[in-house]
């Protein structure tokens, strides 16, 4: 059975277990790059490998681009 969730306004399944940090790489975005909002509430980057996501979880990820 695979999760159905939300990333950024777009269905997505995923794996029962995976985590913050298994779905960051899997979108191939850098984990010192990015923000991630869970359900309206910020994670800590800290967390991101120890919270697992959930069927129907809202997940907003924003990625940090460099510039001058």
Do not use: C, W
Request: hydrophobic share 45%; no cysteine; charged share 25%.
């Amino acid at each position: 059975m695979q999760l159905s969730l939300s990333v950024n306004g777009e269905r997505m399944a995923q794996r029962p277990g995976s985590t913050i940090a298994a779905l960051i790489a899997e979108l191939a975005l850098d984990i010192r790059k990015v923000a991630v909002e869970r359900n309206r509430e910020i994670v800590p980057r800290s967390s991101y490998g120890a919270v697992r996501l959930e069927q129907d979880d809202e997940i907003e990820i924003v990625h940090f681009i460099g510039g001058g």
